[in-house]
Structure formats: structure tokens, C-alpha cells
């Protein structure tokens, strides 16, 4: 692993710690401490669960290695990656340990043979760097709403832009905000699973003006977690990519590959570096 001067490299469980969460106990905060164990339940509440499955797969599949999985969660994408292409080796990073640790145990053969690198990180934690220069750098499954402020965010597109390759591809998701469906949705409990055993539900409490919500997750009706999500319009992610020297390579508007239009309920983006961004750094790199 190349720059890894400010990960700790004790591995436990194939993870690397950049940095040990704080509080791991407590439900609020983006660590999903409280929901990794159902966590692949309670997703497949979102309509977009197998969709977004499907995509990253099927895409990823001809991309190039080393890639990067910013919030890798319980590995599902990487996992089938890995399975489906022999030269692909993934580093995945994700907040929470207890995500990880399911990741480690699911895909157990992938990090003993070394095609899987699992550190446990806050993405937008100035004090961690990305560890080396990748290829493909995704962020599936509107991980991207986890990134709260316009400053996290600018800070968090110019350090992608770092650890890219000056041909890389960086790649993610997040859904088209809709208003009508989020007032219907407003203070209300919204079921995401459930059988004989398990409720597991949401509750949304949306702050319009500021485009966050505040979202509780409940399992038979106990509050396991809780997070602030942020919602973009598709121009905001436009110009955080640009300002950090990216060009928009596609926009798609749903999973299934359409492109973007006024009616998609998903925006998918293919960042690329503009080639004249890295001609400026070239230079100032070698005065
Ligand atoms: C919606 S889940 C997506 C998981 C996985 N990529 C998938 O498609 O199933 C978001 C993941 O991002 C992680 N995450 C959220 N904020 C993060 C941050 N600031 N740094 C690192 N990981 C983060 C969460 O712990 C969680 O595992």
C-alpha cells in the first residue's frame, strides 16, 4: 500500500484503522453502529437496492484496478466485483467498524488473498489521506448524502481528485429529491422490513430550507440509529465537481443506463479529470 503514513497498521480482522471511531455505542452519527447488523434488510426497503446492485456490477466489471470504495458498507458491491473479475483489487473505506467487520467476515477469502483492503475511516476527515492513487473510485448507494456541508464537500471532490489517476473514472449516486413525496413522508413512520420477527422502520423529519433530514431507524420500534442526510439538485453536484477539476463524463438518470432528464428519479455520475486542471498541476508540480 503506497502513502499510508498516517494509517495505523495494525489489522485486525483484515481492517486497517486510520483512526478508531469515538463513541461507537451511541446512535447518533454516521458510524450505522447501531443498523450494520440489518443493515442489508432495511436497504432493500429502498426501491433502488437490486438496481444499484446491478449497475455498479456490471460496470465496474470493465473498469480498471485499483479501485476505491468510498463507504464500502457490507461489501456488497465489492464483494460480487471481486467475484466476477480476477484483476480487481478493491480498498475500501467506511466509518463504521461494525460494517466492516460483516464485510470482513463475508469476503474473508478476498482480503486473505489480498484483492480487498479494508480501513476504517472518516472520508472526510482532513487528518486521514487516501491511501495511494486509484484508477475507479466509487461511492454507491447515495453515500454521498452523508457529506453534510458545501465545505466537507469541496474538500472531499479536490482530494478524490487527488488520489485519481489522471485517467480515473470517479462514480456515484444519489436520488432526485421529491417534495411531494418527502411532505407525504414527513414525521411519519415508513416500514423498510419486515416479517414475523423483525419491524424495521424509518422516520424522517425533513428540514426543506437546508435540504437535510434528520432519520431514525427503529428496529421493532427501538431506535437503533440515527443520522442527518443531505439531498443535492443536480446542479450543486455539477459545480462541486467542476470547481475541483472534474468534467462530467455521463449523467444517468436511473440504474437501468437512461440518460438524465427531467423526469429521472436518480442522478449517477462519471466524473472525469479535465485534462487542462491536470496540466496545471503538472506544471506547478514540476517548477
Ligand atoms: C448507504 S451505505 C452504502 C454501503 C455500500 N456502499 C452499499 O452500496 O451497500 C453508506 C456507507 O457509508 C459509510 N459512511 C457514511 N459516512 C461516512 C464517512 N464520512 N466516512 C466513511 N464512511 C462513511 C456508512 O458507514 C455506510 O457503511
Known amino acids: 500500500m503506497q502513502n499510508t503514513s498516517d494509517v495505523n497498521d495494525t489489522a485486525y480482522c483484515g481492517i486497517t484503522e ?39 456490477v456490471n460496470i465496474l ?88 456541508t458545501d465545505a466537507q464537500m469541496n474538500k472531499f471532490f479536490e482530494r478524490i481528485f487527488t488520489s485519481l489517476a489522471d485517467d480515473g473514472i470517479f462514480m456515484f449516486d444519489h436520488y432526485i429529491f421529491d417534495r411531494s413525496w418527502a411532505e407525504q413522508h414527513n ?26 433530514m434528520d432519520c431514525r431507524i427503529s428496529v421493532n420500534d427501538v431506535v437503533v440509529q440515527k443520522f442527518k442526510f443531505r439531498w443535492f439538485i443536480p446542479d450543486e453536484i455539477r459545480n462541486f465537481a467542476e470547481n475541483s477539476g472534474f468534467r462530467v463524463s455521463k449523467l444517468f438518470g436511473d440504474f437501468d443506463g437512461s440518460s438524465f432528464d427531467s423526469s429521472s428519479e436518480n442522478q449517477i455520475w462519471l466524473l472525469q479529470k479535465n485534462q487542462r486542471y491536470v496540466n496545471t498541476l503538472h506544471r506547478k508540480d514540476s517548477r
Open 18 to 56: 486510520a483512526r478508531l471511531m469515538q463513541n461507537t455505542s451511541d446512535v447518533n452519527g454516521t458510524a450505522y453502529c447501531g443498523i450494520a447488523d440489518y443493515y442489508e434488510l432495511w436497504s432493500q426497503g429502498d426501491y433502488c437496492w437490486n438496481s444499484s446492485y446491478d449497475f455498479y
Open 61 to 148: 466489471d470493465g473498469m480498471s484496478s485499483p479501485m476505491l470504495e468510498a463507504g464500502i458498507g457490507t461489501g456488497r458491491i465489492a464483494g460480487a466485483v471481486l467475484g466476477h473479475c480476477d484483476a480487481a483489487n478493491i480498498t475500501g473505506i467506511d466509518s463504521s467498524p461494525e460494517m466492516l467487520r460483516i464485510c470482513a467476515e463475508k469476503y474473508k477469502d478476498f482480503v486473505d488473498a489480498d484483492r480487498l483492503r479494508l480501513i476504517n475511516a472518516d472520508f472526510c476527515d482532513d487528518s486521514f489521506n487516501f491511501p495511494g492513487r486509484f484508477k475507479t473510485v466509487y461511492m454507491p448507494f447515495r453515500t454521498i448524502g452523508h457529506i453534510l
Open 187 to 212: 414525521h411519519t413512520k415508513r416500514i423498510m422490513y419486515s416479517d414475523e420477527q423483525l419491524t424495521i422502520s424509518d422516520y424522517y423529519v425533513y428540514d426543506f430550507e437546508n435540504h437535510l
